[in-house]
């Protein structure tokens, strides 16, 4: 007699630019035995959530979303490159690829990278550089409206808006 049904786990990990490609291809999966789950032997956040029981739709559904987040990632971090690669020959279609990218997430060490990589070039061409500037800021504070961010206390949400935004006003002053 199946009393209690049969345990699952979930694989959970924090989403962000520097979560690895193992552990976003893992974000969402669900299985019955935890030890089919690869060792945590990075410096990811990770959980394996036991999934209650009765509650296996929901960590499906959930289990969904977590999977379009961590494509997601990973088609931030394609168009983001393909930017930062385009740039000196092709700003327009760089500028593309970046608010495209910016669609997914904004991370300031990504555009400190771009910066340091393109210093000459940023230097060089201040419509570039403003069109950068205004692009990121705009993309970095409407990010702190999405449902990811509103979770944070109100005070912390407002401080790393206006931290990022001076940063990136810095970086492509
Ligand atoms: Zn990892």
Redesign the pocket.
């Known amino acids: 007699m199946r009393m209690f049904g049969r345990a699952r786990y979930q694989y959970y ?1 924090n989403v962000n630019y520097l ?6 291809a893992w974000h969402g999966v669900i299985r019955s035995n935890p030890t089919d789950f690869p060792d ?1 032997d ?3 956040e ?1 959980s394996i959530l036991p999934i209650p029981p009765r509650e296996g739709r929901v960590y499906r559904e959930k289990g969904k979303r977590m999977r379009t987040a961590a494509q997601g990632e990973l088609s931030r971090r394609k168009l983001f490159e393909q930017g930062v690669e385009a740039i000196s020959d092709s700003p327009e279609s760089a500028i593309e690829a970046f608010r495209r990218s910016a669609t997914y997430d904004v991370y300031v060490p990504d555009l400190e990278r771009l910066a340091t990589r393109h210093r000459d070039l940023l230097d060089s061409d201040p419509n570039l550089r403003e069109g950068l500037r205004a692009l990121f800021v705009k993309a970095f504070s409407d990010k702190f409206g999405w449902h990811r961010y509103e979770r944070l206390p109100e005070p912390m949400r407002l401080r790393r808006e206006e931290e990022g935004i001076e940063r990136i006003n810095e970086i492509f002053r």
């Open positions: 990990t979560t690895c490609e193992r552990c976003l945590h990075d410096d990811c990770r």
